[in-house]
């Protein structure tokens, strides 16, 4: 059976402690593109069809909106299926204390019984939130392992803890 890592990650504006930056690249898409390197897993990035504002207080909004609303927005692309894989490495941002509303879409749309899901958020403060609690929560079912907190902003630090955490698993 395979591995899968799935991310969702958002580039442009963002906040760190120096204030405003703007991405080229997520943070969380740097991390995912590493564990990819380092392991070779097949890898998925979760998209939306309409995505939020490039301006990091507008996306604020829209992403809180959608968090109270609990929206499910919809995905660009779906996996046909997640029949081939047994793990899945989740890597996504802490929106407002949790997951990205599009990640629920994304675990909502499949069947994860028996299926084991690493949670790795990347945050500027607040760690995991309660993205795990959620994640068991949406996917009763599954198999949640420890979670994994690194500072997006400082992603290319955490890179050894990264690895040790991966290799926890195997
Ligand atoms: C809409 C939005 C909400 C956020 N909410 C939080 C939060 O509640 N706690 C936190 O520590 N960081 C928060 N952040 C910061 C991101 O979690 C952090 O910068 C993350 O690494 C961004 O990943 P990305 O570049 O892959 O999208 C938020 C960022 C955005 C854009």
Redesign the pocket.
């Known amino acids: 059976m395979k591995k899968l890592i799935v ?5 442009n504006e ?3 402690s120096d204030g405003i930056v703007n ?1 080229e ?7 995912a593109e590493h564990i990819k390197k380092y392991t070779d897993y097949d890898i998925f990035k979760i998209e939306q069809e309409v995505e ?1 504002s490039s301006n ?1 207080y507008i ?2 909004e ?3 909106a959608d968090k109270e609303k609990n929206a499910r927005p919809k995905l660009k692309h779906y996996l046909q299926s997640i029949d081939n894989y047994d793990e899945f490495i989740l890597c ?7 997951l ?1 509303m599009a990640v629920f879409t994304f675990l909502e749309a499949y069947d994860f019984t028996g299926k084991t899901i690493r949670p790795l ?7 995991l ?1 309660v993205s795990v609690e959620d994640i068991k929560a949406t996917c009763p079912s599954s198999i949640v392992k420890d979670g994994l907190a ?4 400082r ?1 290319e630090f955490y890179f050894d803890k990264i690895y040790v955490w991966l290799d926890k698993s195997n």
């Open positions: 991310y969702y990650s958002r580039a963002n906040y760190t991405l690249k997520g943070n969380t898409e740097i991390v939020y990091y996306c604020g829209q992403a809180k996504y941002p802490n929106f407002w204390g949790t990205p958020c990347t945050h500027e403060g607040s760690g939130g690194v500072q997006g902003s992603a």
